[in-house]
């Protein structure tokens, strides 16, 4: 596919990035930007295909709208080309060990001779500057977890840290490194001074974590984990009913009272006020779940538990949700096929994959546009797919290209 072949569409059209970014964090930003009309190019290397093509159908959705090309970038024709790339590009993203650009002569300052409007966002798992012994280091999804704290608050008491699935500091990096591109872009286009954006897991984690994290580095108060025991409400969060498990936050001044009168406290001195925050279950800050529960809570508690074990997943549900109470099933992948309201959304559609050829069900783009939506224009493709349209664009001829191939700065599809 050629620049010219892409449709007019989105919010980000006439935005042009190179994605040199693999896996998942930099190149979920450049999807994102991709499903909003930008021309995103991603530059698979030649030693090896992008990682996450070996997850099959999340490859269609995940790098659908992208044009795929392959370079060795770190020889001096590849260098060569990946400038020709860079010179009309918005943005460039690259995802490696902190200082990796830098050892093949990569540095912002050199990128920025051949473009200085450039935008280049470096993800990493460590940064890009540091402590030595840190920045060269390789990192995962669970590393940063690990690193950052998030997974020592989540768990159960007596279990060891868990480590949140599906690749949460993944997405969250490539979420924290698309909105933050997306400022400098808008900043380069004003003044035509391009940026350096160090976006890397482990800190993007550390910001997500709220009063959890204030009160640590603040207080000295590190939390117990505490499983999926909710963090204010008196309740365990996810409640066992009957056929399942539903998860109910209790909060609110309205939906407290209409709990307590449903329960038959209205008339208890523990619970007066009605509609104060009868539920608090810890003291905030509370250091071990051994505390005990004030008093309300803790005849709160076994009633809300006895009351939805005695009850399926649907009447808790229907119940608790006509008085107001935040409440919702734990919804299994054929429960949100099969519910009408992600029918009613159009959450998930069936979109058609090159590699597989056939149609597969993917999430819908989001969030949704109302002026200006995004679009699927196709899947993602196989290695190797747009290299040749991709070097034309940038004035190679057809045996500039095959020598090229031949000497190994670009590479065939093999399969």
Not at 54 to 66: E, I, T
Not at 323 to 336: D, E, I, L, N
Request: net charge negative; glycine share 10%; charged share 25%.
């Amino acid at each position: 596919m050629k620049a010219s072949e892409i449709p007019k569409f989105g919010n980000l059209h006439g935005l042009k990035v190179i994605n040199a970014a693999s896996v998942i964090a930099g190149p979920f930003a450049c999807e994102l930007f991709a499903e909003q009309g930008a021309d995103v190019i991603e530059v698979e290397s030649v030693r090896a295909p992008d990682m996450y093509r070996m997850y099959g159908d999340a490859w269609s959705m995940d790098r659908r709208n992208q044009r795929m090309m392959t370079l060795n970038i770190p020889t001096d024709e590849g260098k060569g080309i990946l400038f020709r790339l860079i010179k009309n590009a918005d943005l460039l993203v690259e995802s490696s060990k902190g200082g990796t650009w830098a050892k093949w002569g990569l540095t912002d300052d050199v990128l920025w001779e051949h473009n200085p409007a450039l935008v280049i966002l470096h993800i990493t798992g460590f940064g890009s500057y540091g402590d030595p012994d840190y920045v060269s280091r390789a990192s995962f999804d669970p590393i940063g977890q690990a690193f950052s704290g998030y997974s020592n608050i989540n768990g159960f008491p007596d279990s060891p840290p868990s480590v949140t699935k599906p690749f949460t500091g993944d997405f969250m990096t490539g979420l924290m490194g698309a909105w933050s591109a997306l400022a400098a872009v808008m900043h380069a286009r004003e003044t035509g001074e391009g940026d350096s954006i160090d976006c890397c897991q482990f800190e993007t984690l550390v910001r997500l974590q709220g009063a959890t994290l204030s009160d640590g580095i603040n207080h000295g108060i590190q939390p117990p984990r505490l499983g999926n025991e909710d963090l204010v409400g008196a309740c365990a969060g996810s409640q066992k009913c009957k056929d399942g498990y539903c998860q109910v936050s209790v909060g609110g001044a309205g939906p407290v009272r209409k709990l307590v009168e449903f329960f038959g406290f209205a008339d208890d001195p523990d619970f007066q006020p009605l509609g104060s925050y009868a539920s608090i279950t810890r003291a905030p800050g509370c250091k071990s779940l051994d505390e005990p529960l004030p008093p309300r809570a803790a005849k709160f508690r076994p009633a809300l538990d006895k009351f939805c074990a005695e009850h399926t997943v649907a009447e808790v549900t229907k119940i608790f949700g006509d008085m107001g109470v935040a409440v919702s099933p734990h919804m299994t992948y054929q429960m949100m096929l099969d519910d009408p309201h992600y029918k009613a959304r159009k959450v998930f559609i069936e979109s058609w994959d090159p590699i597989t050829e056939k149609n597969v069900k993917q999430v819908n783009m989001i969030p949704r546009f109302k002026k200006h939506p995004g679009k699927i224009v196709r899947g993602g493709v196989p290695y190797d797919t747009d290299t040749k349209d991709v070097m034309e664009e940038l004035g190679y001829t057809s045996e500039e290209i095959s020598a090229l191939y031949d000497k190994g700065i670009l590479k065939h599809n093999d399969k």
